[in-house]
């Protein structure tokens, strides 16, 4: 390893400028992958494509379309019906052409119609006896009427009266089932608003396509708008435009931090070294690393979820680390007197093995999230392992070349670190003047720690899923979103559960089998399918039909004027049979048609009234109960819905959540043991790195701030950050002992105490900037991470150096006391 050092120094001494201009080129050549980059703000996108949720929803693009929904709300203040419902004859079948289009739902009037046609089969079975029986009654005074020698005694009216009766009954229901849309259109109550439904195949995830759809529609909206007249408006909501609106603030939201957290960073950075130059250094070798990481996540994991979404400012504030060490030990060496060549050498040995390791370590800690098979986990892991491994190549090539290459023109004349030492020497004084008050402190707090994870440890997981959601304010396209939901209700918006069966006939099992659970638990709420539009029990009914049509022909010619008129209205048809699925308009059975034109193979299952969809323990239990459903062949039917999404999201943090933290603290452990070869300030980094973990779990306990699908990534990175701050002191520690310092492990801490501070800071700053978010599990995640880099700073230079201290000044009067005897 010295010998490649050796020859990298000598390199970097004879040729800086090359390896600056090859940096620069993988800079250029990597911008036009990172532009690439998108968002995907969709839960699925955090799971891995073996979840049930997501195979089943791949299984069911094959067989469904129009899955997803753009919704589009004809809006008139005046409440003008007539022109929202011209324009939107007019507009639905234009959108029809559009590419990316399967179907646009906005009128139901068409079965309004078939039921009037088939009033009769609608009718239950004991409404028809009553008819029939009316009927019989009217046809029989009726025959009594046509006879000349038949003298009525009195007026019985009472077959009328129960005629009119029951078919007053059935024009009630009639009515009642177009009620809700008396006009044939989806109407709001207000009668202000008119909603049409364009279904995809396209999803919010897909940001090209999602928002080529949107301007195509809304180009095809502003046209049909100009042809009509009045005070009409239309704006778009649904899960195409809500995701799609989603992404793009988070995009936004990441830009605007991410620039946040490099004017912070460069402002730390020029406080601390007193000098413009070390921004232009550190500066020019964290950019390189950062474009090639995110350029390498562009082909490696193709989009940012809500998990990465924000680790540009992660790795940048996280990435300047070994550079400011680097760059601090270079400046000390110049105010030593060393030449330019000279520092660089000396610097590149005095930093290598302890910048090498507490990288090492933080990028083991990104690493170990790679094994795991949720997406939050593993995407974050790889952009951030490489993220890690570049910023610290770049530490070690390219600021050392930027170095040379700025020297040689502009060589450094005066101390320009006076801000560095200041820090340390803060650190020191307080823990040489106080040894046993500090480490008695870090005893206290770390028993407070311990009873609040001991108070918390039987329900760390967040379950209330609104507290993962975004508070940013409610956008028109959520607006939109709420006046379908009040129009169409719960499952035409899909917050309820889809059930896809293989045949019909399977579908009518599977609803018989969770209608039998229904009486076990209160998990379900309505069950739907195709078949509800259909009369029940139509087969045993139809004799019974067929008899109201010949005593209606029979009565017909012996009825009075208006008797005829209601007879003609419901005469059932010449040719009686069982309506099928078949027999269902288009418009109301489009939505349980499958690519191959059957119908009728899907239920839909809405959640109780009793229960919450943000609830995730509901939705764990209401998934699980309808996983459990089997078809006769014994496979699972597939399951479609933000239900599974939740619930399989729930269970992978639960599954990978606590692999993920045990890999990660045994391989920095693993690292330590190999970095210290077995000495004791291996103890003494591990030591800081427990408090540093324990202390920020109590913070958070007592916060109550509980785990998200983020926040679990919080304890493997801060095992590699609490690695990273006591690496430096104690690598420095060794160094002052090795040349015979008697206070080795003050002038330790005076001397990197500044720059590992000015490390936790730039981190700090890179965490901070997630509050930018309007996402509370990214800001809750900010949270935990500036608690644990806060935490384990302490602990690196503050409690161990305060220990490490009290123990030697008590061996050293132990010493002394056995010498005087």
């Given at each position: 390893m010295r010998s490649w050092l050796e020859c990298l120094i000598r390199f970097q001494i004879q040729r800086p400028g090359t390896i600056v201009l090859v940096a620069a080129l993988c800079a250029v050549a990597a911008i036009p992958l990172v532009a690439r980059l998108h968002v995907d703000g969709r839960f699925a996108a955090l799971l891995p494509e073996d979840a049930p949720s997501v195979r089943d929803l791949e299984a069911a693009r094959s067989r469904v379309q129009g899955l997803e929904t753009l919704t589009l709300a004809v809006r008139s203040p005046s409440g003008n019906v007539t022109g929202m419902e011209r324009l939107a004859d007019v507009l639905a079948p234009r959108l029809e052409q559009l590419p990316g289009v399967?179907?646009?739902?906005?009128?139901?009037?068409?079965?309004?119609?078939?039921?009037?046609?088939?009033?009769?089969?609608?009718?239950?079975?004991?409404?028809?006896?009553?008819?029939?029986?009316?009927?019989?009654?009217?046809?029989?005074?009726?025959?009594?009427?046509?006879?000349?020698?038949?003298?009525?005694?009195?007026?019985?009216?009472?077959?009328?009266?129960?005629?009119?009766?029951?078919?007053?009954?059935?024009?009630?229901?009639?009515?009642?089932?177009?009620?809700?849309?008396?006009?044939?259109?989806?109407?709001?109550?207000?009668?202000?608003?008119?909603?049409?439904?364009?279904?995809?195949?396209?999803?919010?995830?897909?940001?090209i396509g999602s928002r080529e759809l949107v301007r195509r529609v809304r180009r095809a909206a502003d046209a049909a708008l100009e042809q009509q007249a009045g005070d009409l408006n239309v704006a778009m909501g649904g899960s195409v435009k809500v995701a799609m609106d989603e992404a793009e603030a988070i995009g936004g939201e990441l830009v605007l931090a991410t620039l946040a957290t490099i004017v912070s960073v460069l402002l730390a950075i020029l406080f601390f070294f007193r000098t413009g130059r070390a921004i232009v250094l550190l500066g020019g070798a964290l950019v390189v690393p950062v474009l090639v990481t995110f350029a390498y996540a562009a082909v490696a994991v193709g989009a940012l979820n809500t998990s990465t979404a924000f680790l540009a400012s992660i790795v940048i504030g996280n990435g300047v680390n070994p550079n400011i060490i680097w760059l601090s030990r270079f400046f000390e060496e110049r105010r030593a007197g060393q030449a330019l060549d000279e520092a660089v050498r000396r610097t590149h040995v005095g930093v290598f093995v302890a910048t090498a390791t507490a990288s090492g370590a933080a990028a083991i800690a990104y690493l170990s999230l790679i094994v795991t098979d949720f997406r939050g986990f593993h995407d974050f892991g790889v952009i951030g392992f490489v993220g890690m491994a570049l910023s610290w190549l770049g530490a070690i090539v390219l600021l050392p070349a930027l170095t040379i290459l700025w020297g040689r023109r502009r060589p450094l004349q005066k101390d320009t670190q006076r801000g560095a030492a200041s820090y340390g020497r803060l650190f020191a004084t307080v823990a040489a003047r106080a040894p046993r008050t500090v480490v008695w402190v870090s005893v206290l707090l770390s028993l407070a720690a311990a009873w609040a994870v001991c108070v918390v440890a039987h329900d760390p997981m967040e379950y209330d899923f609104r507290r993962l959601s975004s508070d940013r304010a409610e956008s028109e396209a959520k607006r939109v979103t709420h006046l379908a939901h009040d129009i169409v209700g719960d499952a035409a918006q899909g917050n309820g559960m889809v059930m896809l069966a293989p045949s019909v006939r399977e579908e009518r099992r599977l609803r018989g089998l969770l209608q039998a659970q229904t009486a076990q638990h209160d998990l379900f709420g309505r069950i739907r399918s195709l078949d509800d539009l259909l009369p029940q029990d139509a087969a045993k009914k139809l004799p019974k039909v067929r008899r109201l049509r010949e005593l209606m022909l029979e009565l017909r010619p012996l009825a009075d004027a208006q008797t005829r008129e209601r007879i003609n209205a419901y005469l059932p048809d010449a040719d009686l049979r069982v309506l099928t699925l078949d027999d269902l308009p288009e418009e109301v059975a489009r939505r349980y048609t499958e690519r191959d034109g059957v119908r009728g193979r899907a239920l839909i299952v809405t959640a109780n009234t009793g229960h919450s969809l943000w609830d995730g323990r509901y939705l764990v239990r209401w998934t699980e109960a309808m996983r459990r459903l089997r078809l006769a062949n014994g496979e699972r039917p597939l399951l479609l819905g933000r239900g599974p999404v939740f619930a399989d999201v729930l269970q992978a943090i639960g599954r990978d959540g606590g692999r993920a933290v045990v890999l990660s603290l045994l391989a920095t452990l693993a690292l330590l043991a190999i970095a210290f070869r077995g000495k004791r300030a291996m103890w003494s980094v591990m030591l800081g790195l427990g408090l540093g973990v324990l202390w920020m779990a109590g913070a958070m306990g007592v916060l109550g701030m509980k785990l998200n699908f983020l926040d679990f990534v919080a304890f493997p990175i801060t095992f590699g950050n609490g690695a990273d701050y006591g690496v430096n002191v104690m690598q420095r520690y060794l160094q002052e002992r090795k040349l015979g310092s008697s206070s080795a492990m003050l002038d330790a801490v005076r001397s990197s105490g500044g720059a590992v501070t000015l490390c936790s800071f730039t981190t700090v700053l890179g965490y901070g900037s997630l509050f930018i978010s309007a996402n509370r599990a990214v800001r809750s995640f900010g949270g935990a991470m500036v608690i644990s880099e806060i935490t384990c700073l302490c602990a690196a230079v503050l409690t161990v150096p305060a220990l490490t201290i009290w123990l030697s000044r008590r061996r050293t009067r132990s010493q002394e006391s056995g010498a005087r005897r």
């Open positions: 399967v179907h646009v739902d906005f009128r139901v009037g068409a079965y309004a119609q078939f039921v009037r046609e088939h009033l009769a089969l609608y009718a239950t079975s004991e409404q028809l006896d009553r008819l029939n029986s009316a009927l019989q009654e009217r046809l029989d005074e009726g025959r009594a009427r046509a006879n000349p020698f038949y003298v009525a005694l009195d007026e019985d009216t009472s077959g009328q009266d129960e005629l009119d009766e029951v078919l007053n009954e059935l024009e009630a229901e009639r009515d009642a089932r177009s009620a809700r849309f008396p006009d044939g259109y989806y109407l709001s109550a207000d009668r202000h608003a008119l909603v049409l439904f364009v279904r995809s195949d396209l999803s919010g995830g897909e940001s």
